[in-house]
């Protein structure tokens, strides 16, 4: 039998390709959307990611359908982590888009509440299922690269000022741009170094004079035990975005950019080790698209939920993620 999910929301950047992998994993069926904004309503039925398929009437009809086993959540930002709560209350799994909210201790007592009843929390992190990162983090825990002391992410953007994911719109959140995009990094990084015993984090606003409170170039710096990490986000980066994860080790360095596509990473040896030999190399990787990232993500959910092995990150783990997130913006205590 499928995995029948519902998804919650239409406005959050990823829900249509969500929503196609539902769609088109043989062992999911999408039972239908809940879109509580009319307007946003409207302009996903006009895409063919919503097509045919069943709108609900309201909340109460999606999450009181018994048969509905797990929720992708896909509201905006400043209303997800609410439309996160009333699923778990009603019992379901959630897929959740990133980031999961501002208010720190809602989260917490979300991932409480769903751990006291058995359900799964898998938020929305896709690059965790890309195969350029999975290796680097490989060679970094498998030794490849030594004792790692410092890793750099830049995961950089361009989007314009008005619109439903525009600058205006993240204005609302402090760290801007940070706070929209730096969970995908931070995922890695945490996985790589565990939490930060100190965070700090500088927020400008360089391009944007219209929206005067949104941060549009932006840094996190995480000191860890024995390594430091660097996270910096911009708003307004030439395309194609130059977007580069860098992972430094006593032993060796494997760097990608760019990650989205990313045709090749490259390793750097100062011994032949594992089958690499020493000095510089290029590793070749196959074509990702986002949406196959989206259908790894959704593959490893029903995994879970089938009991066919444990979710690929605890919820400590996602709760390090957006604590480490909430440290940097201020919404979390440092």
Known sequence: ????????????????????????????????IFEPDPIARAEAEANEAYRDVRWYRSRDEMLGDPRVQAVAIEGQNSESLAMAGEAID???????DKPAGDDWPAFQSLVARARSRALVIQMGYMFRYHDGFRRIVDWAKGGVLGDVFSVRAHMSTSIPVRGRNGREVISRHRGGIFYDLAGHMLDQVVWLCGRPRSVQAFFRNDATPDVASFSDNTLGVFEFDRALAFVDIAAMEARPMARRFEVYGTQGTALMEPFEPAPVLWLCLEQAR??????????????????????????????SLNGAQPPDRSLDHELLVQETLLRATGGAPD
């Open 1 to 32: 039998m499928p995995i029948l999910i519902a998804q919650y929301g239409t406005k959050h950047g990823h829900a249509a390709g969500k929503a196609r992998a539902v769609r088109t994993n043989p062992d999911t069926e999408l039972t239908g």
């Open 90 to 96: 009603a019992g379901k799994h959630l897929w959740y």
């Open 274 to 303: 594992e089958g690499y030999v020493a000095g510089q190399q290029p590793v070749p990787l196959d074509r990702q698209p986002r949406q196959t990232l989206y259908d790894r993500e959704l593959a490893a959910l029903v995994a």
